[in-house]
């Protein structure tokens, strides 16, 4: 009988660590130095950059991790004011509920950004389409370059 009891309470015991530890706010997938990020922030930058580029016969932004790139390159090449300012309109459209919207209510919102928001969905806009324009597949099937490394140099070839 007391066999019985212990393999009970274990199995309670883990199940309600398996039930605490799912209720806990989940971490963000990227780790930057210099600024804090929820997932609920990187939800929304995905959501974002999905909106800007989606995915149609060709990869979307998603498939490409534009946010990841995005991420990368606001937490290492920005200065710390344009960081705060970054953080401040990520936090601005994440209060909107950006994520919830309908495609026209999302339409309807960019077109009336203004101050950090606006910085932030700029700079989002940018990296968005940097990412896209020197992604592997909108190089391959697009520029039609079948190989990124260059021919080797010949100085002295007759013409």
Do not use: W
Not at 67 to 95: H, L, R, V, W, Y
Not at 128 to 138: G, H, K, L, Q, W
């Amino acid at each position: 009988m007391k066999r019985r009891e212990a393999i009970r309470n274990v199995i309670l015991v883990s199940a309600g660590a398996a039930f605490l530890y799912s209720c806990k706010e989940k971490a963000a997938t990227v780790t930057l130095k210099h600024i804090p990020l929820t997932r609920a922030e990187e939800d929304l930058l995905i959501e974002l950059t999905e909106t800007i580029i989606p995915k149609t016969d060709f990869p979307g932004a998603k498939d490409l991790q534009t946010a990841d790139f995005i991420f990368t390159m606001a937490d290492d090449c920005m200065n710390p004011e344009t960081q705060q300012k970054f953080s401040n309109g990520m936090k601005a459209f994440d209060k909107a509920g950006f994520i919830s919207m309908s495609a026209d209510r999302k339409k309807e919102f960019l077109n009336k950004l203004e101050g950090d928001a606006k910085f932030f969905f700029e700079m989002v806009k940018q990296g968005t389409i940097e990412n896209f324009v020197t992604s592997e597949e909108y190089l391959k099937q697009v520029k039609n370059i079948t190989t990124l490394i260059p021919p080797k140099f010949r100085p002295c070839v007759p013409v």
